[in-house]
């Protein structure tokens, strides 16, 4: 029995360990970072401020690479409403094009993008952007990427309001529920 109860209280402890925010989360906001784009400006992320933001790394040969078609759909959807998809192509997974000019052609050609995207950036480990930094800092383990197309939407304050895994398609109804509300609320 007594067993049991230990196993149990282990078994919480890890869980909230595992599923909670970083409890060494960091100062600060989303609003606090620049992001070199696609074509070599500086995106200042204060430009952002008071805009939803769906902060979404893409690859361009990855099985989930079709996600830019439903990533532009709802930036078409609702970007006259001050909300923003941000493309941050990452080769850390190992499935991005070589640069920055043929990611963009890709995007454009074959997807139709004209939602801002940023140059190739590390997202994970030491190396990451130091946005990405900032994230890892303020979520759970489980919240961090583990592909390509892992989803943050950011609030008006600049704070993360959720993540959404590869597997969650842009225009799910849960994903466009939480836009909605970020957005009109």
């Not at 149990?8 to 970083?22: C, E, P, V, Y």
């Not at 805009?51 to 979404?56: A, I, Y």
């Not at 996600?67 to 850390?92: A, H, T």
Request: glycine share 6%.
């Amino acid at each position: 029995m007594i067993k049991l109860v230990i196993m149990r209280k282990l078994f919480i402890l890890f869980a909230l360990m595992f599923f909670s925010s970083n409890s060494n989360s960091s100062e600060g906001s989303f609003y606090d970072f620049n992001i070199k784009s696609i074509t070599g400006e500086e995106i200042k992320l204060s430009d952002y401020k008071d805009k939803v933001v769906l902060l979404v790394n893409t690859a361009s040969q990855c099985g989930f690479t079709p996600q830019y078609s439903g990533l532009q759909k709802i930036y078409d959807r609702y970007k006259n409403d001050n909300f923003i998809v941000l493309g941050v192509p990452s080769d850390d997974f190992n499935q991005e094009l070589s640069n920055e000019s043929d990611v963009k052609k890709f995007c454009e050609i074959r997807y139709g993008v004209n939602f801002p995207l940023t140059s190739i950036q590390k997202i994970k480990g030491d190396n990451a952007h130091p946005l990405y930094k900032w994230i890892a800092s303020n979520v759970s383990v489980i919240a961090q990427p583990r592909w390509n197309f892992h989803k943050y939407l950011i609030g008006k304050d600049g704070q993360i309001v959720n993540w959404y895994s590869s597997m969650t398609s842009p225009t799910s109804d849960g994903l466009t529920k939480q836009i909605e509300e970020a957005l009109y609320n």
